[in-house]
């Protein structure tokens, strides 16, 4: 049973920094694309992120690029994403969650129970 726990998330004022990290059990890690997806408050689950099997190709919202960073460590079963130059609009649950495939078809199969962040002004 594939299992993904989130954990990094928190309160930070706006202009600062977070990472999220997400720890994975029940598969072969390294055979996946991994993917980073938030919900605010009233709106629609959206992408924020993804990463291929090796790393080696990576993926942004455009709300997102430039400020955020997706990355795996395949050795720990884990995919990250820094945040930083955080604003008010990234106040959202955030969720990693597993790819059908080793590249980044944005077709995810399991999530983790994702992890709240809240930007304050």
């Known amino acids: 049973q594939v299992q993904l726990l989130e954990s990094g998330g928190g309160l930070v004022q706006a202009g600062g920094s977070l990472r999220l990290s997400c720890a994975a059990s029940?598969?072969?890690?390294?055979?996946?694309?991994m993917g980073w997806l938030r919900q605010a408050p009233g709106k629609e689950r959206e992408f924020v992120a993804a990463?291929?099997?090796?790393?080696?190709?990576?993926f942004y919202a455009d709300s997102v690029k430039g400020r955020f960073t997706i990355s795996r460590d395949n050795d720990k079963n884990t995919v990250f994403l820094q945040m930083n130059s955080l604003k008010r609009e990234d106040t959202a649950v955030y969720y990693c969650?597993?790819?059908?495939?080793?590249?980044?078809?944005?077709?995810?199969?399991?999530w983790g129970q994702g992890t709240q962040v809240t930007v304050g002004s």
């Open positions: 969650a597993v790819d059908r495939t080793p590249v980044v078809t944005h077709e995810y199969t399991d």
């Open positions: 029940g598969l072969t890690f390294s055979n996946y694309a």
């Open positions: 990463i291929s099997w090796t790393g080696g190709s990576t």
